[in-house]
């Protein structure tokens, strides 16, 4: 599903990741954790194609992905790939059902299509009776789950997600987690979390470990 091969990434004179040999199979739930600095962050965005590494190869469902460039990379990163962020990013004009379409709507697809699907997501994570509210009107647990929904709405290969459950309370994080699981398996979704939160991390199938750059444990499948 998703491989790296020797990913190194220098800011300047910053070597931030320094030889990054990983492979995520199918239907896995992975975690990242380790300290602030380790590359964590930087990692995520490589293998989600926001940021190029400066040596290496990223591998998703056999695309060279690190070698697709303009239009093809934006297009392919659409299709394949959904994200979910700390801050959700929701478009605050926007409804829920409108924001889980937007990413539908940029892969051209028709406006019908797109609602069906974004409804079906919502009712899925229990949104159903939220779709017209806008974000100022959602929690923070519902923000974050229609975040999700729009990282599914294009039925992407894998979901990246950074700090996902870093500003809910308690009870949201832990419903969050739940979730990642359930998508995994109801709907066969491979999800990559970077995370600070050693319970979502000892629930995850694999944890990745990082140290100044480098994986320092899980890197290979169980």
Same mark, same amino acid.
């Given at each position: 599903m998703?491989?790296?091969?020797n990913?190194?990434?220098?800011?300047?004179?910053?070597?931030? /990741?320094?030889?990054?040999?990983?492979?995520?199979?199918g239907?896995?739930?992975?975690?990242?954790?380790?300290?602030?600095? $380790?590359?964590?962050t @930087?990692?995520?965005?490589?293998?989600g *194609?926001?940021?190029?590494?400066?040596s290496?190869?990223?591998?998703?469902?056999? @695309?060279?992905? +690190?070698?697709? =460039?303009?239009?093809?990379l $934006?297009a392919? !990163?659409n299709?394949?790939?959904?994200?979910v962020?700390?801050?959700?990013? /929701?478009l605050?004009e926007? *409804? $829920?059902?409108?924001?889980?379409?937007?990413?539908?709507y940029i892969? !051209?697809?028709?406006?019908t299509?797109a609602e069906k %699907?974004?409804k079906?997501?919502?009712?899925f994570l %229990?949104?159903?009776?939220? #779709?017209e509210? =806008?974000? +100022?009107q959602?929690?923070?647990?519902?923000?974050?789950?229609?975040?999700?929904? !729009? $990282?599914?709405?294009n039925?992407?290969?894998?979901?990246?997600?950074d700090?996902?459950?870093?500003?809910?309370? +308690?009870?949201?994080r832990?419903?969050?987690?739940?979730?990642?699981f359930?998508? %995994?398996?109801?709907?066969?979704? @491979?999800?990559?979390?970077?995370?600070?939160?050693?319970?979502l991390?000892e #629930?995850?199938? !694999?944890?990745?470990?990082?140290?100044?750059?480098?994986? *320092?444990?899980?890197g290979?499948?169980?």
């Amino acid at each position: 599903m998703i491989t790296t091969e020797n990913i190194t990434k220098s800011f300047g004179d910053l070597q931030v /990741l320094k030889g990054i040999n990983v492979h995520i199979g199918g239907c896995e739930v992975v975690s990242v954790v380790g300290p602030s600095g $380790a590359g964590k962050t @930087t990692l995520l965005q490589i293998i989600g *194609t926001l940021s190029r590494p400066n040596s290496g190869i990223v591998i998703i469902n056999n @695309t060279p992905v +690190s070698e697709l =460039k303009g239009d093809r990379l $934006a297009a392919f !990163r659409n299709r394949h790939i959904g994200f979910v962020f700390q801050f959700h990013h /929701l478009l605050p004009e926007f *409804t $829920a059902l409108e924001n889980v379409c937007i990413p539908a709507y940029i892969a !051209r697809e028709s406006k019908t299509k797109a609602e069906k %699907r974004a409804k079906e997501l919502l009712d899925f994570l %229990r949104l159903a009776d939220r #779709m017209e509210h =806008k974000p +100022s009107q959602l929690s923070g647990g519902e923000q974050q789950r229609v975040a999700v929904a !729009r $990282a599914l709405i294009n039925n992407p290969a894998i979901i990246l997600a950074d700090e996902p459950s870093g500003n809910l309370d +308690s009870h949201n994080r832990d419903e969050l987690h739940k979730l990642f699981f359930r998508l %995994r398996d109801e709907m066969k979704q @491979t999800i990559v979390i970077v995370t600070h939160d050693e319970g979502l991390a000892e #629930m995850s199938d !694999r944890k990745l470990e990082m140290h100044d750059g480098l994986i *320092t444990a899980g890197g290979a499948p169980r």
